[in-house]
């Protein structure tokens, strides 16, 4: 992998949000589809089946939900964050491992979050977890232009406002698509996945972040 050929000082890690620094599958991703559903059926007139036929293939063909919509139907970015990304019990929800602190640390170089989620819920969700300080920068939907990953334009103002050298950075991410995207502008791509399966744009694969450092030695 070509960051590990890097003195630590000189590499970027980014890090993906959901079901990689933590795990939202549980409770949160739960809530979020919910809200989602909720919300194409009070605008959009579907039932639960529509909308969730509606939220699975925008999801799919554009990699969020709200680029689907913005783009075939001119909905207000905003005005769907605010209505879907709800969670007053927020610190009760969120599911991570203490250890991932550690890793971090261990790490060395530049850390970064880029995440396809509003500023406000990353930033909750960092703060309930105890990450913030662990993080140079945080990297929401927001200033993609609500263009995010697996789309290049995300990726490309993100290595603009930093001044990065994409060969410098690694993508760490649970979805195959952004490591995709980021593996064609020479990133280097950790997949965070329990499955077993090779790809050949994966350059690693860690069942947790918490594994990172040793393997990077290694």
């Known amino acids: 992998m070509r960051i590990s050929r890097l003195p630590p000082s000189r590499r970027v890690?980014?890090?993906?949000?959901?079901?990689t620094?933590?795990?939202?599958?549980?409770?949160?991703?739960?809530s979020m589809h919910d809200q989602i559903n909720a919300y194409l059926r009070r605008h959009f007139g579907v039932d639960e089946e529509g909308a969730n036929r509606m939220r699975r293939d925008f999801w799919?063909?554009?990699?969020?939900?709200?680029?689907?919509?913005?783009r075939h139907h001119g909905t207000?970015?905003?005005?769907?964050?605010?209505?879907?990304?709800?969670?007053p019990e927020l610190a009760e929800m969120v599911v991570h491992e203490n250890a991932v602190r550690h890793a971090l640390l261990r790490l060395g170089g530049t850390r970064l979050?880029?995440?396809?989620a509003p500023r406000h819920y990353v930033e909750d969700v960092l703060r309930a977890i105890d990450l913030e300080r662990y993080f140079d920068a945080v990297y929401t939907i927001e200033d993609t232009g609500y263009r995010g990953k697996p789309h290049p334009w995300g990726f490309h103002r993100l290595l603009r406002r930093h001044h990065l050298d994409p060969h410098r950075c690694a993508l760490i991410d649970d979805i195959l698509e952004n490591l995709r995207a980021a593996h064609r502008l020479g990133m280097s791509t950790v997949w965070v996945s329990a499955g077993g399966r090779r790809v050949?744009?994966?350059?690693?694969?860690?069942?947790?972040?918490?594994?990172?450092?040793?393997?990077?030695?290694?």
């Not at 620094?21 to 739960?30: Q, S, T, Y």
């Open 13 to 19: 890690w980014i890090f993906d949000l959901d079901n």
């Open 21 to 30: 620094l933590h795990d939202a599958r549980v409770r949160i991703f739960p």
């Open 60 to 70: 799919q063909r554009y990699g969020t939900t709200l680029r689907g919509l913005v």
């Open 76 to 87: 207000d970015p905003k005005h769907f964050l605010a209505e879907t990304h709800v969670f």
């Open 113 to 116: 979050v880029f995440s396809n």
């Open 200 to 218: 050949p744009y994966v350059d690693l694969r860690i069942a947790s972040v918490t594994e990172l450092p040793r393997r990077i030695r290694t």
